[in-house]
């Protein structure tokens, strides 16, 4: 069982950054570095997507959408069982409310997820 918590979030100008933590809680006898972990976002009257995603371990392979490429940095501290999404030329069309998950295995299969945050909000004023 993963259990995790966005932080993170606010108001910020076009251009700008933003980090997005997620601390995770896991029990059941396993490790949080065992676990793809990723981020996902929602905007309003839209679907939630697939932002970026990071395999278990130290390796950590990462994937990210197109629109994230360039722009978003995801990565985890497997010691402090954190991730990280640092944000950068920040756009309007980038609010949304941002999901941290975890999947039960290791290698991340595209954006299929198991455990999932609450999220945090994110707005880009122009």
Same mark, same amino acid.
């Given at each position: 069982q993963?259990?995790?918590?966005?932080?993170?979030?606010?108001?910020?100008?076009?251009g700008?950054? *933003?980090?997005?933590?997620c601390?995770?809680?896991v029990t059941?006898?396993?490790?949080?570095?065992k676990h793809?972990?990723?981020w996902?976002?929602?905007?309003?009257g839209k679907?939630r997507?697939?932002v970026?995603?990071?395999n278990?371990y130290?390796?950590?392979?990462?994937?990210?959408a197109?629109?994230a490429k360039g722009r978003?940095t995801?990565?985890?501290d497997?010691?402090?069982?954190?991730?990280? *999404?640092?944000?950068?030329s920040?756009?309007p069309?980038?609010?949304a409310?941002?999901?941290?998950a975890a999947?039960r295995g290791?290698r991340?299969g595209?954006?299929?997820?198991?455990?999932?945050?609450?999220g945090?909000l994110?707005?880009?004023?122009s």
């Open positions: 993963v259990q995790v918590m966005e932080s993170g979030g606010g108001e910020v100008q076009t700008g950054s *933003l980090r997005l933590s601390v995770a809680s059941g006898g396993s490790r949080y570095d793809c972990m990723g996902f976002r929602q905007a309003p679907e997507e697939g970026a995603t990071i278990a130290g390796g950590g392979g990462t994937t990210y197109d629109s978003f995801i990565s985890r497997n010691a402090k069982n954190t991730l990280y *999404l640092q944000m950068n920040l756009k069309e980038d609010t409310m941002y999901y941290c999947a290791a991340c595209g954006y299929n997820m198991d455990y999932w945050g609450k945090t994110v707005t880009i004023s």
